[in-house]
Structures are given as structure tokens and as C-alpha cells.
């Protein structure tokens, strides 16, 4: 008897695996000799067709804007950095050569119909320019907690399925929905963002070699498919601003 799982449910965890299988590597860094094949292989994974079937259409969960996960009292460290996060309306942005605002939007956010391998984004937010908004998706990392090469490819398979989905998909929630603020907002042209303390960057060994490595690959990755994902730090103090380390330029 055959009691292999439907087609749709293996493509999707099938999938899922294969950006996995390219987050980390072994030892402190990638040997210098590889970094160019490893980006070449990230970047491949983008142009891999998604699953058949896998967009959810329900959108009805997210109740409010802001904070919405478990009990607080329990929070992962990532997550009470957006605990930090959310206790903000606005914070200033330096490093991108003008001023501009980051509006922490919605937090959590499933985009597949499964729970197998789910893949959801920490924060949706809005990049308020002067003379534009875009919307991005965030991936939070506390300090002890994998590197910046494992963040950059997570946060671009969370971009591939935001691409994926309608333009405008989250806008059409209901009438008077949490969403409202990405109405008119193009979320296939979502930019990407690495938001962590300095430490996740800076600390000597797999940490600071992974952040090389992952400077060349959102090079490499605006160069190639046209995304851009930056690299910020959150700072330890309300009253100061998030500085993107690294832009794709």
C-alpha cells in the first residue's frame, strides 16, 4: 500500500529542504575558493519554480498590528527583540545616504498553506523615504544565534514566497484590516533586511567571517535577480537609530 504523502505536500517540503541544505556551512568560514559557487547556488534556489498549490488565501489570523506572538514571559531572545521593536511606532534609519523612517507593521506572518516547514516572516515594515515607501520583510537574529550567510538566504526564501504571492495580496484582508498600511504598496518589490544586535555581526570566528561572506552575496544577489536585502544593526537604546551595515550598492 502506498502511504507516501500527496505530491503537493513532498514538492513543498522538498523545497523547503533544499534552501535549508545552502544556510549554513561547516567550520568558522567558507573556504575562499568556494564563496563564488555557494553564491551561484543561493541564487539558483530563486529561480527554482515554487511548490504547485502552496499560497494561503486566509490572511484572517492576523488580528492586530504589532507583537502577536506567545507568551512573553517565555520569549525566545529573537523575539524579545521585537518585543523592543514593536514598543516603537517609528525609528530612524541611518546609512542609506538619506533620511528615512521604519514603520514596524506586522509581526509573524505565514505565507504558505501548510505547517510543514512553514516559513514565516519575523516583521513586515514599512522603509519610509522622502519621496517614497517600500515595503520589507525582516528577519530578526539575536546575538548567539546562527550568522549572517544563514539570515541572508532565510530572508530571501521568505522574499521568493512575498514575490510569489499577488502584489497587493495582504491589502485585500478586509476592509478594515491590520494590512491597511501596505494598501497601494507593491509587496512583490519587497526589499529584504538582516536586523540584529552588533555582536551578531562582529564577533570574532564564524561570526565575522559569515558576515563577509554575506556582504558578496546580497551583492551578488541585486546584481543577479534584482533584490535588494541589507544588513542593519539594532541598537542596544531606544533613542538610537538602526544602522544598515551593508547595501547591496
Known sequence: M?????????????????????????????????????????ISLWEKPLPSNWRRKDFGYIKAKGYRRGNKERAKLEHLLEIRLFAQLTWRVTGLREEVAFFPILNAISLANTNEKQREIDVLRILKFPNRSIPCSVEMKGATTNHAWHAVVENLQHLKLL??????????????SPCDQFRNLSLSETWGTVLAPSSFFNDRGKKENSFRHAKRLIKCIKQEIGVIILLACFPDEAEKPIEVLSHPD
Open 2 to 42: 502506498n502511504t507516501s504523502l500527496p505530491d503537493s505536500t513532498e514538492s513543498w517540503r522538498s523545497w523547503s529542504e533544499s534552501w535549508e541544505e545552502h544556510m549554513e556551512f561547516k567550520g568558522s568560514r567558507i573556504p575562499e575558493h568556494q564563496v563564488s559557487t555557494r553564491i551561484h547556488e543561493v
Open 163 to 176: 514575490h510569489g504571492h499577488p502584489r497587493d495580496f495582504l491589502s485585500k484582508v478586509s476592509n478594515e
